[in-house]
C-alpha cells in the first residue's frame, strides 16, 4: 500500500523539509503550475494597508473609519458608478457599502413582500458585484477567495462570472428567487457588503492604544477581532491593561482610576465582568466624608459625582502604594525617587519631590499609616482581593489580551514604513539608550525584540518579575511605549503648584525633526534609508496649534491625531496604497444611527506623504519576499523530484 511519506536514498539535511512541501505538491506538475501562480502574482498591485493608532475606545468613530477605509472607498464608488448612478443612488450605495448589516436590517424591516425585497436585492446586486470584481482584479484569487465567507464561496465565484454571454439575467434570477424563498437575499447583499469592505483594504495594523479615556475599548477589540486581517503594534495603554488582565494589582488599580476618571465603567462591568461593587463600598465607608474635590470625574452618569471620586481618589492611593511596593523589590530601574508617599509630612501638608517642598491641597488620606505608607490597609486589602479575582476571571478579557499579543508585536516594517507605538529610547546626542531585562543589557532594535519575549512570557508563566515588567513599559522612562521621565499623576493629583507635573519627553520626539537622525532609525531596524518612514503614535499631534504630523525631515510622522473626544476628536489614519502613502485627517463622527439615516460620511481630508514613480507591486512588499523565498523552496522540490532525490505521487484529485 502507498503511503504519504517520500522515500530517499540519501539522508540528506534539507530533503526532510521538502518532503513537508510534497505533500501538498506531491509531483513535478503540481509543483511548476504552483510556481507559475506566485511569479503571476507577484506582479499585481500591492495590497493596501490601513494604519491606525491610539483609538482610545471609540469604537463608533473606529467602527466607520475602517468601513469607509479612511475616505477612500468614497471616491472608488464614484468614480466607477459616475455614469450609471444618480447623486442619490451613490449615496444609497455608499450608505450599504459601509454599514451592509444595518442597512439591510432596515430594510428587512421595511420592504416586507418578496417580489420588493427581490427588487432591491436585484438592484443592488449589480453595483456590488462590479465593486466587486474591480477590488477582486488586485488580489490573487485565492487571497480573495479566503476572505469570502465559507458558505457562500461557491455561490459568490458563479456569480462573479454573471452577466456573460452563457449567463443572462435568468441566471441571477434563478438564484435570487431560491434566495428569496428562503429569506436570504438580504443576507447575500449585507455579505457582499462586508466583503467588499474588507477587500478595499488587505491589512488593518493597529499602532497602539486600543483602550482608556473613550468609552468602550471591549467593543474597540471585538470590532477587531472581526476583521480577515489584522496586526497590532503594542502601546503603553494595551500593556496596562494586559497587566490588569494578568492580576498585576498596580495595573489594576491603574485600570480603574483612568476608567473612574472619565466614567468609562461600562466596558468594566458590561464588557468585561468587573463588578465595582468592592470600590464603591470603599468609598462609601473609608472615604465617606473626603470631599475628593480634586477627583471629580469627566461626563455624567448613574452614580452621584461625589461617590465617583472618591472612588477614583480611593483607586489612585491604592495605585501609589502599590507601585512603591514594586519600585522597591526592582532596584534595578532606579526609580526610588518615584516612591512619594514617604515623602509626605502629614503634619505639615506637604511633600517633598525632587529636593523641593510642595503644599499638598489634599491631606484627607484615611488609609495611610505614615509610619508604613505602603501598605494597604486591611479594608483595601479586601477591596482589591475582590477587585483582582474578577479581572482574573474575566473570560473575555483574556481572550481578548490573548487575541492581541497573538497577533501583536513591538514593532512592523510595511513596505518603506517602520512601525512601532512611541519612541526609540535615546540620549540628547541619538545614542540608543539600553536598558536591562534578565541581567543583560539591550538598546535599540534589540531591546524592541526582547520585549516581545518578555510580553509573551508573562502572558503564558504570568510571573511577578514579567508582570512587573509590563507596569514599567507601562510608564518606565526608558519604555519605547512611554517615552518620558515620569508619569506625574501623584503631582497632579494632590498638588496646585504645577512645576512638579512636567513630564519630560525622550530626545526622540525632537530629534526625529533630523534626517540623520531618522537614517540612524531606519538602518537600526533594517530598513532603507533613502526612502524609509518612520510611523509612530502615542502623542497627538496638537492640530488646533497648527501642528503637522509630518516632522520636518520629511522621514517621520505621527499619526496620533486625538482619535479620542476625550483628546480632541480629530485623528490621523496612514494608507499604504501601491501608488502612494496617504495621510487621512478625521473630524467629528455622530454616530452609526445619524450617518446611515443622513448619509453623514466621515470626509477626511487626505494628503500626498509619498507619490511614488510606478505603483508598487506586489515583489516589492514582504509578502513578495515571503512568496519569494516560497518559491525558492519549490524550485527545490522541483529539482529533488527530476534527479529522483523524492520520488513523485499522483496528485489526489476530488
Known amino acids: 500500500m502507498q503511503t504519504a511519506s517520500h522515500s530517499f536514498k540519501r539522508p540528506e539535511a534539507d530533503l526532510s523539509m521538502l518532503e513537508l512541501l510534497a505533500v501538498e505538491y506531491p509531483n513535478v506538475d503540481a509543483a511548476i503550475a504552483e510556481s507559475a501562480r506566485l511569479a503571476a502574482v ?73 417580489d420588493e425585497i427581490r427588487a432591491y436585492a436585484l438592484r443592488m ?16 484569487l485565492r487571497l480573495a477567495t479566503n476572505v469570502f465567507p465559507a458558505e457562500y464561496r461557491e455561490l459568490l465565484l458563479e456569480i462573479m462570472h454573471a452577466p456573460s454571454t452563457e449567463r443572462g439575467p435568468e441566471f441571477v434570477g434563478a438564484m435570487l428567487d431560491e434566495l428569496v424563498r428562503h429569506d436570504r437575499a438580504l443576507h447575500l447583499i449585507h455579505l457582499l457588503g462586508r466583503l467588499i469592505r474588507n477587500l478595499a483594504v488587505d491589512e488593518l495594523i493597529i499602532a497602539g492604544d486600543l483602550w482608556d479615556r473613550g468609552p468602550r475599548g471591549d467593543r474597540v477589540m471585538d470590532y477587531l477581532h472581526r476583521q480577515p486581517n489584522v496586526e497590532f503594534v503594542w502601546g503603553n495603554h494595551d500593556v496596562l491593561w494586559m497587566g490588569a488582565s494578568l492580576g498585576h494589582e498596580a495595573l489594576i488599580c ?72 514594586m519600585i522597591e523589590r526592582n532596584p534595578h530601574w532606579n526609580l526610588d525617587h518615584r516612591r512619594l508617599l514617604h515623602q509626605i509630612n502629614h503634619e505639615a501638608g506637604t511633600i517633598d519631590i525632587d529636593g523641593a517642598t510642595y503644599a499638598l491641597r489634599d491631606t484627607c488620606f484615611p488609609t495611610i499609616d505614615p ?18 479575582h474578577s479581572f482574573l476571571n474575566s473570560q473575555k478579557l483574556r481572550e481578548q489580551m490573548r487575541f492581541m499579543v497573538g497577533h501583536g508585536s513591538m514593532y512592523l516594517k510595511r513596505d518603506e514604513c517602520l512601525i512601532f507605538h512611541g519612541c526609540v529610547p535615546v540620549d540628547a546626542d ?131 491625531g486625538a482619535f479620542s473626544e476625550a483628546y480632541g476628536d480629530h485623528g490621523y489614519t496612514l494608507l499604504l496604497e501601491p501608488g502612494r502613502i496617504v495621510l487621512a485627517q478625521h473630524s467629528h463622527f455622530d454616530s452609526v444611527e445619524v450617518a446611515i439615516r443622513d448619509g453623514v460620511d466621515i470626509v477626511p481630508s487626505v494628503q500626498d506623504i509619498r507619490v511614488f514613480d510606478s505603483p508598487k507591486r506586489t515583489c516589492d512588499t514582504e509578502r513578495g519576499q515571503r512568496i519569494g523565498h516560497r518559491a525558492d523552496m519549490l524550485e527545490r522540490l522541483i529539482e529533488a523530484y527530476r534527479t529522483n532525490r523524492l520520488h513523485e505521487r499522483p496528485s489526489s484529485s476530488r
Open 42 to 114: 507577484r506582479t499585481l498591485p500591492k495590497g493596501v494597508v490601513h494604519v491606525i493608532s491610539d483609538i482610545h475606545g471609540e469604537d463608533k468613530k473606529l467602527q466607520h473609519v475602517i468601513n469607509n477605509a479612511s475616505g477612500t472607498l468614497r471616491p472608488l464608488v464614484e468614480e466607477l458608478f459616475a455614469e450609471t448612478m444618480d447623486a442619490e443612488e451613490r449615496l444609497e450605495f455608499l450608505k450599504l457599502t459601509f454599514y451592509p448589516a444595518e442597512v439591510t436590517e432596515r430594510v428587512g424591516n421595511t420592504l416586507t413582500p418578496p
Open 430 to 560: 541619538g545614542n540608543f539608550l539600553s536598558f536591562e531585562i534578565d541581567g543583560k543589557s539591550f538598546a535599540g532594535r534589540a531591546l524592541f525584540e526582547e520585549i516581545e519575549k518578555v510580553v509573551r512570557r508573562g502572558v503564558v508563566e504570568s510571573q511577578q518579575a514579567d508582570l512587573d515588567f509590563l507596569w514599567y513599559l507601562w510608564s518606565g522612562p526608558r519604555s519605547p511605549l512611554f517615552g518620558k521621565d515620569r508619569i506625574a499623576t501623584l503631582e497632579r493629583d494632590f498638588i496646585a503648584d504645577k512645576t512638579p507635573h512636567r513630564e519630560t519627553k525622550d530626545a526622540y520626539f525632537s530629534l526625529i525633526h533630523e534626517t540623520e537622525f531618522c537614517d540612524k532609525v531606519l538602518a537600526e531596524f533594517g530598513m532603507a534609508t533613502d526612502d524609509g518612514l518612520i510611523v509612530n503614535g502615542h502623542v497627538p499631534v496638537k492640530v488646533e496649534a497648527g501642528e503637522s504630523p509630518l516632522k520636518r525631515s520629511g522621514k517621520a510622522i505621527t499619526i496620533d
Open 125 to 140: 446586486l449589480g453595483p456590488q458585484l462590479e465593486l466587486l470584481r474591480y477590488l477582486v482584479s488586485n488580489f490573487s
Open 371 to 388: 509610619e508604613n505608607p505602603y501598605e494597604l490597609s486591611v479594608e483595601e486589602a479586601k477591596c482589591l482581593s475582590n477587585l483582582k
Open 254 to 325: 491603574t485600570v480603574l482610576r483612568v476608567s473612574l476618571r472619565y466614567r468609562r465603567l461600562g466596558q468594566l462591568d458590561e464588557g468585561y465582568s468587573v463588578p465595582l461593587t468592592p470600590l464603591e463600598h470603599l468609598a462609601r465607608t473609608v472615604y465617606a466624608d473626603d470631599p475628593a474635590e480634586h477627583f471629580m470625574p469627566k461626563g455624567e452618569g448613574m452614580r452621584p459625582m461625589e461617590v465617583v471620586a472618591r472612588m477614583q481618589k480611593a483607586a489612585a492611593v491604592m495605585q501609589f502604594k502599590l507601585e512603591g511596593q
